[in-house]
């Protein structure tokens, strides 16, 4: 993927932690080649050996986003109707 390792420093930070100490972690990101969000986890079974699993999350992700917007034009909705009443 071009522009992977610039454009997502901290996921590379993430696998040099996870190598050393074993502690697994996760975390969710956009991935800009991609333009899709992905949950990330890694794992250790051995030092300086990681597993990373991505699942792609971007239907989640946007339609958290559609639910915000929907909501907030309810709010909204709502404000206008109540300085009217």
Do not use: C, H
């Not at 932690?17 to 992905?38: H, M, N």
């Not at 794992?43 to 597993?51: H, R």
């Not at 339609?63 to 404000?79: E, H, S, W």
């Amino acid at each position: 993927m071009p522009d992977f390792i610039p454009n997502n420093p901290e996921l590379f930070q993430m696998y040099n932690r996870v190598s050393l100490t074993g502690k697994p972690e996760r975390s969710e990101t956009f991935i800009k080649p991609d333009s899709k969000w992905y949950s990330i986890s890694v794992y250790s079974f051995k030092k300086d050996f990681f597993i990373a699993v991505f699942q792609d999350i971007t239907f989640r992700i946007n339609t958290d986003q559609y639910l915000q917007d929907v909501n907030d034009a309810i709010q909204n909705v709502l404000k206008i109707y109540r300085k009217k009443n």
